[in-house]
């Protein structure tokens, strides 16, 4: 047992120095002015209406982003569960490939694409098709999160549906369930423990972005971890960033047990 | 004779290339406990799957009551199936569960009620309709899995091994269990099985199947007393199997020496298999026996003692409530219609394998 403990020792020190610390340091600093003393202003700045807006946008733009990730991912993730082994790995591959790549780079990658003058505009004008002009709106954003966090989503629902009994579903067909009726009452029920992991992993990355809302938003939408972001850099001030980072903590916290409370198996806390 | 319910007409299946079934003929008779019996790999799992609807054959017909159901998905079909592995909905109470088949055909709620009462005192689980199915033990989620099934009223009851995962008490009451409900009900059940045990005590009919055929169709008592080829005789029971030559009618000569028997029809001077129970075997005084021999070994077995005789460089298995000591001299006696003759296999599935419960 002593042994064991010690293996710990490597993590727990990172998790102090790394985790602990730099969290109470947050909460330091968002409790407290630039002299020192303690203050609940920098909490209360999420109050004004650029920040309300901030943070309003973020909501949406990540609610729309997880929602598309659902729809996109579920499909797939049946049609995944339902191919054999071989042929399912292939395609989880295709899925995966991209994740190995880095997500700053991936991004980038995109802003080129939707440019006015990017790659796929210039194949539109060749091809003398309205060009496509969405570069520095909500929906490249949006966009961009979902190519992003799309196999987050896949993967948790695709391995609940895998471990999901052949025969359960077979008695559900058996009992006289046509098969809308077998998805519905039987299957989607039974994957609820991967949709809430999904969401989960979707919903709290893109919740906190700045980086592609930064790329391909042209810094002209603001969502609320580009606030913070600027209250770190450009204002240097560390206590209105840190007040306003508690704020997010706690909403993502919130939203958390709320979606939390529907999963049952405990599953879904894969973040 | 009761009519003839499900006829299965020459089906062929194979899963990749491989075939599993192979040109099956079977009917079922109303009010019948037919099981399907035979190693894993025989093919009677997936003729029971074809029943149900989860498989359909690459060729051939599934008859019921007159109707050609081949093509019907499962939720078509008057049948209902209680799996291996119990297949309850998880995220539904044991009442939900009952009543799933039920909602989807749109009965009343007190009609539901009442249905869900009587199937749970049927499966003496009273009481049980607010827990949930993982709260359950084994055997209480297999009653409640037949519970959900019956519900339904099927004109057939399928059953995939559903003992297979209790353990030996709790099957052997479940067998008679099975039995009540079967009379209670007066349905017919399918069943399937490796247990040659289970089959014996349960049905009306066995068929034995190995290598997707079918090896026999019969009574317990005909199975058993009156194997037709090695493979049935060595996979129900434990049995002497020894090479044989049939002289002439009621005459055969086994291990060089004539025996009497019954059997007719084998021609003259054939090779055939004889087939003799242990428990048919009489150990005798030398000077009373047909063949003498030494006992070689001895083994208590509870209610009977399990002996090997060695006689003509034959290692008899014998069976009795009597205990001859190792190293006896002893005659060896068969009443003839106790000798079994069978035809030599003529083709691999029909060959005994030594699989032994």
């Known amino acids: ?85 071989s042929q399912s790995s292939f395609i989880v591959l295709i899925f995966i490939l991209p994740m190995w790549m880095n997500f700053l780079l991936r991004t980038l990658a995109w802003q080129t694409l939707l440019e006015k003058t990017g790659v796929i505009n210039s194949i539109l004008n060749v091809l003398h098709l309205p060009s496509l002009d969405i570069i520095n709106t909500p929906y490249a954003i949006i966009l961009g999160m979902v190519y992003n966090f799309l196999p987050f989503m896949v993967l948790p629902i695709y391995n609940v549906l895998i471990k999901l009994d052949r025969d359960v579903i077979n008695a559900a067909r058996d009992l006289g369930a046509n098969s809308r009726t077998t998805f519905f009452k039987i299957i989607l029920p039974l994957s609820m423990p991967g949709i809430i992991s999904g969401i989960t992993m979707v919903f709290v ?38 007040g306003l980072s508690l704020v997010l903590m706690i909403f993502i916290i919130a939203s958390m047990a709320v979606v939390a409370k529907y999963d049952k198996d405990g599953e879904g806390t894969a973040f | 004779m009761k009519d003839k319910l499900i006829d299965l007409v020459n089906i062929t299946k194979s899963f990749d290339g491989q075939t599993v079934l192979d040109e099956l003929n079977l009917y079922i008779r109303e009010n019948e406990f037919l099981t399907l019996l035979g190693p894993s790999g025989c093919g009677k799992t997936t003729t029971l799957r074809i029943l149900g609807g989860f498989e359909t054959p690459d ?219 242990p428990e048919d075997i009489d150990l005798v005084s030398p000077a009373d026996g047909t063949m003498t021999g030494i006992v070689t070994h001895l083994i208590f077995k509870g209610v009977h003692y399990e002996m090997e005789v060695t006689a003509n460089n034959f290692e008899w298995l014998v069976h009795s409530t009597d205990m001859v000591p190792v190293g006896t001299e002893v005659g060896i006696k068969v009443d003839p219609f106790d000798i079994q003759i069978m035809n030599k296999p003529v083709s691999e599935d029909e060959e005994a394998v030594g699989v032994e419960e």
């Open chain 2, 59 to 277: 060729s051939g017909q599934v008859i019921f009551n007159g109707e050609d159901i081949t093509k019907l998905p499962p939720n078509k079909r008057q049948l209902n199936t209680v799996f291996q592995k119990y297949a309850l909905f998880s995220h539904m109470s044991i009442a939900e569960n009952i009543a799933f088949g039920l909602k989807i055909k749109g009965k009343s709620k007190t009609y539901i009620q009442d249905k869900i009462k009587y199937a749970l005192k049927l499966v003496n689980l009273e009481g049980f309709e607010d827990r949930s199915p993982d709260s359950l033990s084994g055997g209480q989620q297999q009653r409640i899995a037949i519970a959900r099934a019956i519900v339904n009223e099927p004109k057939v009851l399928l059953l995939d091994e559903p003992l297979g995962a209790l353990d030996l008490k709790l099957r052997q009451d479940m067998q008679y269990e099975l039995i009540r409900l079967k009379n209670e009900l007066g349905i017919t059940f399918i069943y399937v099985t490796h247990d040659q045990e289970e089959a014996l005590t349960m049905s009306d009919t066995i068929v034995v199947m190995n290598q997707g055929y079918i090896q026999q169709i019969g009574t317990p008592e005909k199975i058993y007393n009156e194997p037709e080829n090695a493979f049935v005789a060595d996979f129900i029971g434990d049995s002497n199997i020894i090479p044989s030559l049939m002289v002439e009618d009621k005459l055969v000569k086994i291990l060089g020496v004539p025996f009497k028997c019954v059997d007719t029809g084998f021609g003259k001077n054939k090779p055939v298999d004889v087939v003799i129970r």
């Open chain 1, 1 to 85: 047992m002593k042994n064991k403990k010690l293996l710990a020792g490597p993590y727990l020190f990172w998790s102090v120095a790394f985790v602990v610390i730099p969290l109470l340091m947050i909460v330091y600093y968002g409790l407290t002015d630039t002299s020192g003393a303690f203050t609940w202003d920098n909490i209360a700045k999420i109050t004004t209406p650029e920040n309300l807006k901030a943070l309003g946008i973020a909501v949406l733009l990540s609610v729309v982003s997880t929602v598309i990730c659902l729809l996109l991912a579920y499909p797939l993730a049946m049609i995944l569960s339902a191919k054999s082994v």
């Open chain 1, 205 to 242: 990355p893109a919740l906190t972005t700045f980086v592609i809302s930064d790329l391909l938003g042209g810094g002209k939408i603001l969502m609320i971890g580009n606030v913070i972001e600027q209250a770190f850099k450009q204002g240097s001030n560390w206590n209105v960033g840190s």
